[in-house]
């Protein structure tokens, strides 16, 4: 990896092989769950609301932030902070920093889109639509509180991606607690994703116990949201990896968390809007199979149709033997029309004409 890192002095490894493939496989992964989406909303439903606009908005968010962490690899991202190049300080900086809007803007996305699907899902009820909106509209303000903080904690402004020039910074979104006789840092973004995530969650239980869902659809979205738990899962990660960058400065696993975390709350987002495609694909293939079937059978009867046709414009005094290799399979399984099973039977024809022509016979 000296090659890829600049300035990376011989002998260091660096984490980028760890953190380029996750980047972009997860985001290639999102991105195709997000054109399928748009696919079935466009192309087959003919809607496209205000769900679709966000979660896309928010793909876009993912594949700039998951560039932006791939290029900070070349500049330092996968080292401790001890080991990283004097000489990358700045630009590194200035490539992490363009980065934080589009991850909080990224995983606000997907929550917004949800509770848009939430409110497209029930019109009638009054008082749901008010907790949707009020869970909807806190959750921006505050993700966008986060991005505020996270864009202005210094002072002068670009003190952030020059951290050499002379000014203060506020603690970067860490918040210390004593717990247990010891200070504690904990990330204030990261408690407002993971309350959010949870209002998320909670919001569409009472929907799915007034309504009358069909068991197997009952697991699946008990599947989907147990899935988007796991960004949960991911928020609670990656805050105790800032006690990682606390002690040695390395933000390696904080990124890999944010990245799982916003590219599978995406992809969970769009999977339940794929229901018509897979509804599509099951009834084609069944269709298909349907088909091939009937065909088959009806080669089959028009083959036996035009043999024994030719048997009957046989000359006279010729004899012909129809001989079947299947005949006591066909007893015993049963003829077609009687709703047996249909089987292929091989028709040999033997003709015999007693002429004789020059002698011969």
Not at 42 to 65: E, H, P, R
Not at 174 to 185: C, D, E, N, S, V
Not at 193 to 200: K, M, N
Request: charged share 15%.
């Amino acid at each position: 990896m000296t090659q890829w890192v600049h300035n990376l002095k011989p002998g260091i490894e660096s984490q980028a092989p760890q953190i380029i493939p996750v980047c972009v496989s997860l985001t290639v992964v999102a991105v195709i769950a997000t054109a399928l989406r748009c696919h079935v909303r466009v192309n087959m439903l003919k809607i496209f609301g205000a769900d679709d606009w966000v979660i896309l908005a928010s793909t876009i968010c993912s594949v700039i932030y998951n560039a932006l962490a791939i290029e900070q690899t070349r500049w330092g991202l996968g080292l401790p902070l001890a080991l990283r190049p004097k000489a990358n300080t700045n630009i590194y900086s200035q490539v992490n920093f363009a980065g934080r809007p589009f991850y909080m803007l990224g995983i606000l996305g997907f929550k917004v889109s949800l509770c848009f699907a939430y409110l497209r899902l029930v019109e009638k009820r009054r008082m749901y639509r008010r907790i949707t909106w009020t869970v909807l509209i806190t959750c921006a303000l505050a993700h966008i509180g986060g991005i505020l903080v996270l864009m202005f904690q210094c002072k002068p402004v670009h003190k952030s991606w020059s951290p050499l020039t002379p000014g203060k910074c506020l603690p970067n979104d860490i918040t210390f607690y004593i717990l247990a006789g010891k200070a504690i840092p904990v990330s204030r973004n990261g408690t407002i994703t993971i309350f959010f995530d949870l209002c998320v969650i909670i919001l569409p239980i009472p929907l799915f116990l007034r309504t009358l869902i069909p068991n197997r659809k009952k697991v699946v979205l008990i599947v989907l949201f147990a899935l988007f738990g796991f960004t949960t899962v991911c928020s609670v990660m990656r805050m105790v990896q800032i006690i990682t960058i606390a002690k040695n400065g390395n933000s390696t696993m904080l990124v890999l968390w944010g990245t799982i975390e916003m590219n599978v709350g995406i992809t969970t987002t769009c999977i339940p809007t794929l229901a018509p495609l897979f509804k599509f694909f099951r009834e084609r293939s069944t269709a298909k199979a349907s088909s091939g079937y009937t065909s088959g059978a009806s080669r089959a009867s028009k083959k036996r149709n035009i043999e024994l046709t030719f048997m009957g414009q046989l000359p006279k005094g010729t004899s012909a033997y129809v001989t079947s290799a299947r005949q006591s399979e066909e007893r015993i399984l049963g003829s077609r029309e009687e709703g047996g099973i249909g089987v292929k039977t091989d028709i040999q024809v033997e003709v015999s004409s007693a002429y004789s022509q020059g002698g011969r016979s």
